[in-house]
């Protein structure tokens, strides 16, 4: 019988202005791998309230469009309430990293994260200025 454990990791990664998207795909891997968990779950979590994670094929042509795609949902120039509070330009920034998500889980099989082919871990910063993130990686399985 194989016995459950927990193994987990922090990267931290310097972020371009938002939407400012990186891959971690290696990062994880390496976490994994570091872990020894054969079968399991990789759970990702981006730190702060301007930051999100999810998956894509990274190559510069959709990593544009996913940019466009991010700043047509929750302009940066639109009236947001939180800049009526707070005057800091980031009211934008906490809806597009809500709306995305700050964290997914990933398979883990045979010590690797099961991803398709053309598919990577990303972190996003949709702060209106550059940033140092924190990501939070936890393995999970036997």
């Known amino acids: 019988m194989n016995t459950a454990k ?3 990791d922090t990267i931290t990664l310097h972020q371009e202005t938002g939407p400012g ?8 891997e390496g976490i994994i791998k570091a872990s020894e ?7 990702i979590t981006a730190i ?6 999810t998956t894509i094929e990274y190559e510069p042509g959709v990593i544009e469009d996913l940019k466009d795609a991010i700043n047509r949902i929750a302009p940066p120039n639109a009236q947001y309430q939180h800049e009526l509070a707070w005057h800091d330009g980031n009211g934008h920034s906490h809806v597009q990293a809500a709306i995305i ?3 997914i889980v990933v398979p883990v099989r045979d010590n ?3 991803l398709g082919t053309w598919q990577q871990i990303v ?4 702060d209106n200025h550059a940033r140092k993130r924190v990501v939070e990686v936890t ?4």
């Open 6 to 8: 927990t193994f987990f």
């Open 21 to 28: 998207i990186n891959d971690i795909s290696f990062d994880v």
């Open 37 to 43: 968990i054969k079968n399991g779950t990789a759970h």
């Open 48 to 53: 702060g309230s301007t930051g999100s994670v």
């Open 101 to 103: 998500g700050p964290s």
């Open 112 to 114: 690797k994260a099961r």
């Open 123 to 126: 972190v996003i910063n949709h």
């Open 139 to 142: 393995i999970s399985g036997a």
